[in-house]
Structure formats: C-alpha cells, structure tokens
C-alpha cells in the first residue's frame, strides 16, 4: 500500500466515524451553511411536540432563504423579505423540517457509515483541489464551532429523511400510455390576441376633494389610530467599539504569519519525489536505528548525485506506487501531506534535497521539483492579518468587560452617564418609537420588549443590558412616552389621498375592461391587439403563469371567445382566443419532458399528504405574539 492510499485510508476511517454526511433534501435547507451553527439560548417562535424552534433559528433560515432567492433572481422586490407572509413560509419550512426528523427517528431508518463517507468524501466543502481533505473538514467545524458530534447529529437526520423521501416516491407509478390525452392536451397550441389596460392611465382622471378626504378620516377612526411610543436614551458597548483602542506590534504579526503559514499558501502546490524507508508501531529501536542508518546512507548517495534520486526511489523506496515512478508524487496542496513532511516540502526551494524527515509512515528523502502558485509573501496579507488580530483582541476585552459593563448599568440604575464614562461611549437619543420601531431598531425583539415593560416607561430607569446582537450589548432607558392616540388628519392626509385613487383607479380599470371585452364580442375591431401569439403550455412564449392558466381555461367550443383578469400589478388583460390545436404527441423528446414533470408533479402531492399527515398528528403550539413582532 503507497503512501498516499495509507492517508487517504486512514482520514476515510477517522471521519467516518465521527461524522455521517449530508445531503440536500426539500425538507433540509440550503446545504452546509444550515449545519454550521453552535446555536444558543434563545427565545422560542414555536415548539413541534415539545421541541422548541428558535426565533434565532428562524432568522438564520430567513437569511439563507433570502441570499438563494437573491441568487437566483437579484429583482426580487426587498419588501416581500420583511412580509410577515414571507416569515411565516420560513416558519413552516423549519416546523416541516423538525417534524419530519421527528418521523425519521421514530422510523428507525438506518444510514450506514459506508454511505456518510462516501458522501463527505465528495462535498465540495471540505475539499481542495478536487480532494478530500482532513485539514479542510477540520478548519471549517472549528471556524463554526461546532463538535464532530453535533455535525453527525444533524447530517444523520437529513441523510435519514432522504430514504424516507426516496420510499415515499417509489410509490408512484405511471405508464407513458395511460397519460398519452394528457400529454396531447399539454401540447395543444392556441392562438390568441393580447391586449392591455394600464391602471395609471385611470389614476390621472382621479380628483379627490379635501372633504372627500376628510370624511374617510372621520369615518375610519381606528384605521388611524397611533401606538404607544416611547422615546429613550441608550449606549453600545460593542467589540466593534473596542477596534480603535487596540495596538498591535509589527512582531505580532510576523508570529502569526509564521505560525500560521498553512492558511496563507492553501492554494499553492508543489510536486516532489520522496523515498521512504518504513517503520512500524512494532519493530525495536535497533530495528529502527538500522533503517536510519540506512537512509542516511542513500541521502548521503544522492546528495554527491541528484541524478541518482530516480534509480535509488525505485530501489530503495517502500512506497509501492511512487517508486515506480522514481518517487514522484505529483503536485499537492498544504495539508494533504503529513505535517512533518509538509513543512518541510513547503520550506523549501525547487530542486533542494531534504535532510531526513521522520513522519508516522517512516524516513522520507525528499526532492523538490515543481512550484504551481505563487507563494503568499508576508507584506501582501500582513494588513489582513492586523486587522483579524485587533479585532481578536477587541473581542477579547469585550469578553472581559462584558459583565462589569451589564453590572454598572444595573447598579447606576439611574442614568447612563455612568457606564458612558467608564467604557468611554456616547449617549444616543432616539425619535419616538412603536413597539414595532423598537424591534427593529436593533432586530431584536426582547431589547422592544425590554423598553415597553410598565416599570421602564413608570420608573424610567436602566434596563438590563441586552446582547442585541453578537458582541453588542446595548443599555436603554426610558425618557418619555406618549400612549396611543388617534393620529391627526394632517398626519394621514397623503395616506388616505394615495389609497383611495389605488381603490378608485382599479375599480375604473376593471370596469373599462369589462366593457371593452363586451364590445369586442360584437366587433373585435374596436380594440388594436397588441401581440398575437401561438402558444402552449410548454412554450409559453414569456407570458405569466396567471395568464397561460386563464388562456387554458378559456372556452374554445365556439371561437373567437374573450375573456380578462385583473393581474395585481396594474394591469388589466383582455384575451381573445381565435384558434385552438389538439394532436397526438409522438415526439419521443416531448413526451419524455412531460412525463417526468408529470411524475414530480406527484411526488410533491406525495410530499405534501406526508408532510399534511404529520401536522395533523403533531403537536405545534405557535408563538403567536413573538412570531408577529418579528415582522
């Protein structure tokens, strides 16, 4: 066995056994990112039979849910991410995910080590250079602090839910034959003629009145009513806030670079060739001392002829597979190597001969040959590093000083000015805030909560100080309030104005429409079409999912025939059917592309009776209140 299937065989068995693996199921996420989170107290927006999802949990999802959708469509308007619509989605994908583990544990699915492996082995994460490597896996679960254990735990679950999808859609079978009308009713093409109504043509014949406006005002009143506002006074204590303090010396930098080097030449490879001479757990030290010698003495051999390196590997070395090649490894990265023999091959300058290097496989005689990459020299990261040391130290301090600050501000209880002074902060003043302003102040919804508690507004003095993020710790204190109340006219007016030309406008232009397709019925003539188009439902020639499904519902028993929607966004569309065409589908391609859309067509209703089934059994109790805060 050569050297390198003995590391790559040793590193399968060490993470097999610590670790599953993953996989990307609906149920599950977005990949790697889901399982990289130490978690943490928190408050709970929901419980699944008894076991509680954070409100932290639900922020993370939400992020990755947006960072994909954003991915994939960088038009996507931001105010659909703060829709209390677009939380409760993320809501339910996480109950949906708790609740299926839940399924999968009860289940006793079984997930070999041989599966997790293989499926480790092969996530890009935890590769370099289209390999496997131990250095990678281990950095990543370090950076994330997260434990081996805690990784498995997670992966386990997602690795069983994918059997328990996969049994699921073995269920469905179809034959191609029994849904050949389908298939012919997928592709029947229609022709048909297009027009448009826009709703801001409408709103420019709109003139409201004052008292128009006024008597809405009056009529409305708890649509204008106010909440309860508080004003406040706070300071942050933060790490970010201990930054400018910080000094680091020239030296410290230097240290760290040079221990530190692996991760600042990650990408650069180098080739060599080695002969290794073996030495095992159970020979004497006499034994041993002979194989040294004997390396010695082949070192010795090359370095009066480098030329020999090649005849001598394939002599003297025990590295099966490289010696038949004069000892040649290819180019490897930093960490696929054992340490020992990596920084070594890594110190070195090309065509140089290494002093004997003792590694756990043994002596190896080492040649540099090859250098891809360009060395990471220190005056080019020396800035980055600096920057990652301060910020390390600022974390440090604010570590330390984190509880004397929360313990000041709890015991000068009666102003700010205090704790202000001794961590040198400013004092802030804010405008008049809802419940609402107050939790996104910070995004955090227990600092709202905090502010709005009866003893904060009645005593006004300190709250306790919140983390209202990691490593920012905020102190507020009530300095006036002013409940609710109704808002006066002028406050609304521009609301009220801008509501009902909305309203009005879109009343006229369904109305408009509505006569125009009457008319048109009796002569089509009266409307100019603006695009005619010979459509399916495969090749829908751009047109939106709501108006492919009203073009496909119109009636075709006697054409021409004219239907029309509203579409939500300002528009109102009138559509004229002029022909219809149904024939047999024999294309091979077609008939493969809508019969496996067909199929996951039915494996998502399969999904959804599973996933429909288990809410129904389930025990879900819902933070109602907390939930819609976080909006």
């Not at 708890?222 to 970010?240: C, E, G, L, T």
């Amino acid at each position: 066995m050569n050297m390198l299937e003995q590391i790559r065989n040793k590193t399968q068995t060490t993470f097999a056994k610590v670790i599953l693996g993953i996989i990307i199921i609906p149920f599950a996420l977005f990949g790697i990112d889901s399982y990289l989170s130490s978690g943490g107290k928190n408050i709970h927006v929901a419980s699944v039979n008894d076991e509680a999802i954070a409100s932290q949990d639900l922020q993370k999802t939400e992020s990755q849910f947006i960072a994909q959708i954003k991915s994939q469509d960088e038009s996507t308007d931001p105010k659909v991410f703060k829709s209390l619509e677009f939380k409760k989605a993320v809501l339910d994908k996480l109950i949906s995910t708790k609740l299926v583990n839940q399924a999968v544990k009860d289940s006793g699915f079984y997930i070999s080590d041989e599966q997790i492996g293989t499926y480790i082995s092969g996530m890009p994460e935890f590769q370099r250079n289209g390999k496997f490597s131990q250095t990678q896996y281990d950095e990543v679960l370090k950076l994330n602090n997260l434990t081996p254990k805690k990784f498995d735990n997670n992966i386990k679950n997602d690795l069983g839910t994918q059997q328990v999808k996969d049994t699921l859609r073995k269920l469905v079978y179809t034959p191609k034959n029994k849904i050949q009308h389908l298939i012919d009713l997928a592709y029947q093409k229609r022709d048909v003629s297009i027009y448009e109504l826009k709703q801001d043509d409408f709103k420019k014949k709109i003139d409201l009145s004052a008292p128009a406006l006024k008597k809405v005002y009056e009529e409305s009143e708890s649509s204008f009513i106010r909440p309860d506002q508080v004003k406040i006074k706070f300071i942050i204590y933060s790490a970010a806030g201990i930054v400018p303090t910080v000094k680091i010396e020239d030296k410290e930098v230097k240290d760290y670079f040079t221990n530190n080097i692996n991760r600042y030449q990650a990408d650069q490879q180098r080739r060599a060739k080695h002969i290794l001479f073996t030495i095992r757990a159970d020979m004497t030290a006499e034994e041993i001392d002979k194989i040294k010698a004997k390396a010695l003495s082949v070192l010795s051999d090359i370095r009066k002829n480098p030329k020999t390196f090649k005849k001598n590997a394939k002599k003297y070395s025990q590295d099966a597979e490289s010696s038949k090649n004069g000892g040649d490894l290819g180019f490897f990265s930093r960490g696929d190597m054992p340490k020992a023999f990596d920084d070594a091959v890594f110190s070195m300058p090309k065509n140089q001969i290494s002093d004997l290097i003792k590694t756990e496989f043994g002596y190896h005689i080492v040649m540099l040959t090859a250098i891809k990459g360009d060395e990471v020299k220190f005056e080019s990261v020396k800035n980055q590093i600096k920057g990652e040391l301060v910020f390390n130290k600022a974390l440090t301090e604010y570590g330390s000083n984190a509880e004397d600050f929360s313990n000041n501000v709890y015991e000068q209880s009666e102003n700010l000015q205090e704790a202000a002074k001794k961590f040198s902060l400013q004092i802030e003043d804010s405008e008049w805030l809802s419940f609402e302003d107050a939790k996104r102040f910070f995004n955090n919804e227990a600092f709202a909560q905090a502010i709005f508690e009866k003893n904060a507004i009645e005593e006004k003095k300190n709250i306790a100080a919140i983390e209202a993020s990691p490593n920012n710790l905020v102190a507020a204190r009530v300095v006036d309030f002013r409940p609710s109340a109704k808002k006066s006219f002028e406050e609304v007016k521009g609301k009220i104005k801008d509501f009902l030309i909305e309203a009005e406008s879109q009343r006229l232009l369904i109305a408009a429409g509505t006569k125009l397709i009457e008319d048109a019925k009796s002569n089509s003539k009266i409307v100019d079409w603006i695009d005619q188009l010979v459509i399916d439902r495969v090749d829908r020639q751009g047109l939106s999912d709501p108006l492919i499904n009203v073009i496909f519902k119109m009636d075709d028993s006697q054409l021409p025939s004219y239907s029309g929607f509203y579409d939500g966004k300002g528009e109102y569309i009138i559509v004229k059917l002029n022909k219809v065409a149904t024939e047999k589908v024999e294309d091979k391609d077609s008939i493969d592309t809508y019969y496996n859309d067909y199929i996951v067509m039915i494996q998502e209703e399969i999904d959804l009776a599973f996933m429909s089934n288990l809410k129904d059994k389930a025990d879900i109790d819902l933070n109602s209140k907390l939930f819609a805060n976080l909006n």
